[in-house]
T-cell receptor
Framework: SQTIHQWPATLVQPVGSPLSLECTVEGTSNPNLYWYRQAAGRGLQLLFYSVGIGQISSEVPQNLSASRPQDRQFILSSKKLLLSDSGFYLCAWSDRTGGLETQYFGPGTRLLVL | QKEVEQNSGPLSVPEGAIASLNCTYSDRGSQSFFWYRQYSGKSPELIMF????GDKEDGRFTAQLNKASQYVSLLIRDSQPSDSATYLCAVNERGRRALTFGSGTRLQVQP
């Protein structure tokens, strides 16, 4: 069966510091991968998605970037964090079985920028 | 940006009652629809999906889709306190790989 991992689970970082969040998927190959952010009490905002190694699409202009160095690895980065980057970061993968894009979420990383 | 709208709630129902959660979407070309449950502090988990007009049942859950009215709902029968969570509606819009999520409805099931 497929599993998705994210780390770290929680992170407290000062403003202006760099960020690297990692997501890995097991049990599937060539998945679509996604990064979402959920601010407190808000819905999910899509940040990036990837359909393959090195292929990244950005949904919202911001100081974040994403990379996919391996088929089942997706990394979210920032060179300098802002206060507004605080939130719950969720990685998801999608299964294209039967032409239906069904997304499954990892456990998430809770980021607090101080 | 296409929209998915949900009443934020909270929707409060007594234990054993039917909870009805509603969602409307703006993109008429949307093709598939998903319901996720999110407990406080946790990530969303998929409950069920639907892509044809009508009802789809899975245990205590029934998803209903009306594409003409651009409306999708989730019914939870015999609601339990453990169903207390935020329910997110998500839509796969035509031509878009990612899902568009509503902001969620908070459900409270009172013992």
């Amino acid at each position: 069966s497929q599993t998705i991992h994210q780390w770290p689970a929680t992170l407290v970082q000062p403003v202006g510091s760099p960020l690297s969040l990692e997501c890995t998927v097991e049990g599937t190959s060539n998945p679509n991968l996604y990064w979402y952010r959920q601010a407190a009490g808000r819905g999910l905002q899509l940040l990036f998605y990837s359909v393959g190694i090195g292929q990244i699409s950005s949904e919202v202009p911001q100081n974040l970037s994403a990379s996919r160095p391996q088929d089942r690895q997706f990394i979210l980065s920032s060179k300098k964090l802002l206060l507004s980057d605080s939130g719950f970061y969720l990685c998801a993968w999608s299964d294209r079985t039967g032409g239906l894009e069904t997304q499954y979420f990892g456990p998430g990383t809770r980021l607090l920028v101080l | 940006q296409k929209e998915v709208e949900q009443n934020s709630g909270p929707l409060s129902v007594p234990e054993g009652a039917i909870a009805s959660l509603n969602c409307t979407y703006s993109d008429r070309g949307s093709q598939s629809f998903f319901w996720y449950r999110q407990y406080s502090g946790k990530s969303p988990e998929l409950i069920m999906f639907i892509y044809s007009n009508g009802d789809k049942e899975d245990g205590r859950f029934t998803a209903q889709l009306n594409k003409a009215s651009q409306y999708v709902s989730l019914l939870i029968r015999d609601s339990q306190p453990s169903d207390s969570a935020t329910y997110l509606c998500a839509v796969n819009e035509r031509g878009r790989r990612a899902l568009t999520f509503g902001s969620g409805t908070r459900l409270q099931v009172q013992p």
